[in-house]
């Protein structure tokens, strides 16, 4: 009897996985160094798939089914193995269980803000965050690429890659999109869909895919929603004369209906508050505008004069332009005289530096000499 009981704890007949967590990816079946039966067993529920490794070689993959584990259902292994139709030996290989499940609910967003030219604001930073869900479709590649020889692996040991996977296509399409920030709201699903897109390229070579793909929000830096928030509040206002025009006419509505609240005091602010409103609206229009002052009795000022800038010719060559102060400075070193030709722009031809009344005076600066010299 103990025998049979030994061999009967040595060889595993019966082989399945029951999974009671929510993040557990890949499980591997303990054989405890025992040997497989051959024609033993094998349940594979639906939401799993169950991969055979075999001296360290991927060998068969079972999708949900109940199996009995015998050559015609092993044609990797059997190859492996070298078996031939009539053998009937145990094996010792490693199952690994796959949840091909989806994953829900799991939370992507960016670490630091992403730098982008926003067509209204200029360059600015934004935030953004949301959730998405992954499931595996490929086991042999999920558990080559990602997995190894890891007994137990969950969905927090390649969240991490996945999310940086995210935040990379997220930053690269948001920058490159050209919506406005105040715009994007309205457009997160389209963004979705084009970041869903373009991480489903890169996890598909883990042997995943992402089913699902939401932003949730997307937000501004605390000081650019500050400002936004100002903006907001002065556009609501309006113009803020008749804002206040309507404030004060509130207050006084108010003062007025409650006479008792203070002795009289109420009826001599309504009285008060009326008489500015009534001096306020005789500063108004017609038309709710203020009169403009009139100005038709009042001349304009003069045009400036224009300043002249003088060319002079000597020698059959041209120099210049230079201006009054200079000419005038010439005409002090003996530079310039009366017979200096001259020309400004809008005067016909070249004149003489004394026939020109502009410059004449030039000449006449220092005093004549005494009388009797």
Known sequence: MGIFDFLSGEFIDVIH?????????????EREGHEIKYGAKLT??????????HEGQLADVFTPGLYLLET????????????????RSPFKSEIYFVNTTRFNDLKWGTKNPIMLRDPEFGPTRIRAFGSYSVRVTDPARFLTEIVGTDGEFTMDEISYQIR????????????GSGIPVLDMAANTADLGKLVAKEISVVVAEYGLTIPEFYIENISLPPAVEKALDKRTSMGLAGDLGRFTEYSAAEAMTQAASNPSGGGGMGAGLGMGMGM???NQMGRVGPWGAAPQPNTAS??????????HVWHIAENGQTHGPYSKAALGRMATDGKLTRDTHVWTAGQDGWMTAGEVQELAQLFTVLPPPPPGA
């Not at 996985?17 to 079946?29: G, I, K, L, S």
């Not at 193995?81 to 053998?87: A, L, N, R, S, Y």
């Not at 009042?298 to 300043?307: F, G, L, Q, S, T």
Request: aromatic share 10%.
């Open 298 to 307: 009042v001349p304009a000022p003069p045009p400036p004069p224009v300043e």
């Open 276 to 278: 500015a409103m009534a």
């Open 17 to 29: 996985w029951t999974d009671d967590t929510r993040d557990t990816m890949v499980w591997r079946f």
């Open 44 to 53: 594979v529920r639906e939401g799993q798939a169950a991969v055979f490794v």
């Open 164 to 175: 940086n996977v995210i935040v990379q296509a997220f930053s690269r399409i948001i920058a």
């Open 72 to 87: 015609n259902n092993m044609p990797i292994l059997t190859t492996l193995q070298h078996w031939d139709h009539g053998f």
